[in-house]
């Protein structure tokens, strides 16, 4: 069934460095009419152009979400998108002073509480509701994604497995609406394995990443700085990339998502093949 759109009853925003960037920026998020959906604006580019969230947008950045539209970028926009999608709030404005949302504890948790110092209104226009016709599938990297058909909701399993480095995998499943995002997965944060962190760097990644933000993983997940907000907490933040990247449909998904061994850019090009498959259902 489907529900009324939402969007924000007040202005919000949220300030600091870029995970990957590392640039200070300022995120202020503004209530939009029904239908806008998400749309970033960067304000510290000439004109101030737009860049809206939907799967034509993806660009190719590693380790992340980033949008494009011609020279307009925007960078790690997974946890806000998630948060979004959540609460639910689907109509705002983000505008940006900056090329990446600021990274804040590596989480989602800030961007939930934001929302709901907010508070959100209903509006008249309802909610599109994404319904499959048949599996859409996909073998990535080593890893897998399999959307199945469902009636209602938007179900999502996720294992990480990093049994090569000496790790045993884990498990996470959460159902939307069910699960409550803000204390079971929106606290998860962002992380490294040590033995990749050096490399990462190297190559240009991470450049504001901290103790505060990112989880530095030892072996036997055991973090190199403080303690884990959930044993499975590298598996909870994996499902809100995902839950993340799956927001860019712009619209709610009935289905069950199962992936395994999945990051970014296997969640975009699930992303691009659902798109595909419902455009094609609505034509037909």
Do not use: C
Not at 38 to 56: C, I, K, N, S
Not at 135 to 162: F, I
């Amino acid at each position: 069934m489907s529900r009324s759109q939402r969007t924000l009853a007040a202005p919000a925003e949220l300030s600091g460095p870029g995970l990957h960037e590392g640039r200070l920026v300022t995120a202020r998020l503004s209530p939009a009419p029904a239908g806008t959906g998400v749309v970033f604006r960067r304000t510290d580019l000439a004109g101030a152009p737009e860049v809206r969230v939907a799967p034509d947008s993806l660009g190719e950045a590693a380790r992340r979400t980033q949008l494009v539209h011609g020279s307009a970028e925007v960078h790690t926009v997974e946890h806000l998108l998630a948060a979004l999608l959540a609460a639910p709030v689907d109509n705002v404005l983000v505008e940006l002073d900056g090329p990446e949302l600021p990274g804040l504890d590596g989480s989602a948790l800030p961007w939930v509480q934001l929302l709901q110092r907010a508070g959100a209104v209903e509006q008249s226009a309802l909610r599109r509701i994404l319904r499959l016709s048949r599996v859409v599938s996909l073998a990535w990297g080593g890893g897998s994604l399999r959307a199945e058909p469902a009636e209602s909701g938007l179900e999502l399993d996720y294992t990480l497995d990093y049994s090569a480095q000496g790790l045993p995998p884990q498990r996470v499943q959460a159902r939307f609406p069910g699960t409550d995002f803000a204390a079971e997965l929106a606290p998860a944060r962002t992380f490294v394995l040590a033995a990749e962190a050096r490399e990462l760097q190297a190559a240009g990644l991470g450049r504001g990443a901290t103790i505060e933000n990112t989880v530095v993983l030892e072996p036997g997940y055991r973090p190199s700085h403080g303690s884990l907000r959930f044993p499975d907490e590298p598996a909870r933040h994996k499902m809100l990339d995902l839950l993340g990247d799956l927001a860019l449909l712009g619209a709610d998904l009935a289905a069950r998502v199962v992936a395994v061994k999945s990051g970014h850019r296997a969640h975009h090009e699930l992303v691009r093949k659902l798109a595909a498959e419902l455009a094609g259902d609505e034509a037909a």
